[in-house]
């Protein structure tokens, strides 16, 4: 059997914007491979309930698990907030959330102790981030908003509309009088508006990419169960794979905006078989 330092990671998302996740794991740890699922047929989470999204993240990782994955990212910050505490004790590899490692790096780099965080419906009725930012400083005062509109404008690729700038404002206003300091883009369309949201919140606002912390956490957590890939690299074109539940060419397209790298080979899964 092929030594498991060079099996893939497994990540998934609802669609495309776990790939906001992905691009941030190729570049900081280049020699790993990933395989990708973007669940385009049954997205958005954001609004689903609690069960609906532990019973898609199940199937998943399933299919994921077909792939010889070594570890898991669940990329999506709704399925991190709503089903990850449920999977991790069914798993015998390691898998992590994005939902922890963007909430600690807030709880620690704030000065004043106010932090707003940006989401998806659910994830703000999780009540996640603000746990976990409890839990790393207790005297933190945490300001929740969900932005639903988000998500969709960057599909369409609008982000730097002035439609777009318009709806920023409408959501960020309030928690521009709350006096933050610390804003976490929690959600993984959202960085793609980091523009828009620093131009709203001002130079003294830090931004919370929860991608980039998670990316650094994986790289720990792998050297630390000892499944980090030591360098040997795959023949280019074999390095990536990405799957989807629907709308492959569509999810393509999108894709290549953000990663310019292999998504051409984009396979459909029927994920209710899993
Ligand atoms: N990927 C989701 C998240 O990070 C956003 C899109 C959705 O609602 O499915 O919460």
Not at 31 to 55: H, L, N, Q
Not at 71 to 86: G, K, Q
Request: proline content about 6%; glycine content about 6%; aromatic content about 8%.
């Amino acid at each position: 059997m092929e030594d498991i330092k060079y099996a893939p990671i497994g990540v998934f998302d609802s669609g495309v914007g776990g790939l906001t996740v992905a691009r941030e794991i190729m570049r900081q740890i280049p020699e790993e491979r990933i395989v990708y699922f973007g669940d385009t047929a049954r997205v958005p989470y954001g609004s689903k309930s609690k069960e609906t999204i532990i019973r898609f993240s199940r199937q998943i990782i399933h299919f994921l698990r077909t792939k010889e994955v070594k570890a898991v990212v669940v990329a999506c910050n709704t399925a991190s907030a709503l089903a990850l505490e449920t999977l991790q004790p069914e798993l015998d590899i390691p898998i992590i959330g994005v939902v922890t490692p963007g909430a600690k790096v807030a709880a620690n780099t704030t000065k004043n102790g106010k932090i707003g965080v940006i989401a998806t419906e659910s994830t703000i009725e999780s009540h996640l981030y603000t746990k976990v930012i409890r839990q790393h400083n207790p005297r933190a005062q945490v300001f929740g908003k969900a932005c639903p509109l988000f998500c969709p404008l960057v599909e369409e690729g609008w982000l730097k509309d002035p439609v777009t700038v318009e709806v920023a404002t409408r959501y960020l206003n309030p928690l521009l009088e709350t006096g933050i300091d610390t804003l976490v883009m929690g959600c993984t369309h959202y960085p793609l508006l980091r523009p828009v949201l620093r131009q709203i919140m001002g130079e003294k606002v830090n931004l919370v990419n929860p991608a980039y912390e998670t990316a650094r956490e994986l790289k720990e957590l792998l050297e630390q169960n000892g499944l980090a890939n030591d360098g040997q690299r795959p023949p280019e074109g074999t390095m990536h794979r990405f799957y989807v539940s629907d709308a492959a060419n569509k999810f393509r397209q999108f894709a290549n905006t953000i990663i310019p790298y292999g998504v051409d080979t984009t396979q459909l899964v029927h994920i209710e078989d899993y």
